[in-house]
């Protein structure tokens, strides 16, 4: 049996902190989002798959355009910048191994197109 899957408990995750954020400013939801991201990644990035990268990185995009949307102070702007290099180094990550994943399979059809062009030729 497979354990649960860490999409769903991401989404989950994302969806109750909008549910119980909704009374909330704008910027203080962005940010929650933020925060909600970083420590995702924090605790299962070890785990994540490819197309779990690939959630994450298509969340941090989102969250990065609702945060630059708003306006911080200078002490909130400083707490919203630190968590944005947080997340963004997890995004590096993220987007070398769907890079990786994407050049594998790249070569794996090459090396099928290859043979089965040596097939025909013998």
């Known amino acids: 049996?497979?354990?649960?899957?860490?999409?769903?408990?991401?989404?989950?995750?994302?969806?109750?902190?909008?549910?119980?954020?909704?009374?909330?400013?704008?910027?203080?939801?962005?940010?929650?989002?933020?925060?909600?991201?970083?420590?995702?990644?924090?605790?299962?990035?070890?785990?994540?798959?490819?197309?779990q990268w690939g959630v994450y990185l298509s969340e941090y995009q989102v969250v990065d355009s609702l945060i630059s949307e708003c306006s911080f102070s200078g002490d909130e702007q400083s707490e919203v910048s630190r968590m944005k290099g947080r997340c963004a180094a997890y995004a590096r990550e993220g987007t070398m191994v769907v890079a990786s994943r994407q050049v594998n399979t790249t070569l794996s059809q090459t090396r099928g197109m290859l043979k089965g062009y040596s097939d025909t030729r013998e």
Do not use: G, H, W
């Not at 408990?9 to 929650?32: E, G, P, T, Y």
């Not at 925060?35 to 990644?41: F, P, Q, T």
């Open 1 to 51: 049996m497979k354990p649960f899957n860490k999409n769903i408990s991401f989404l989950l995750l994302c969806s109750l902190v909008c549910l119980f954020s909704a009374c909330s400013s704008a910027k203080d939801q962005a940010f929650a989002r933020l925060s909600n991201l970083y420590e995702d990644a924090r605790v299962n990035s070890k785990t994540y798959t490819a197309e």
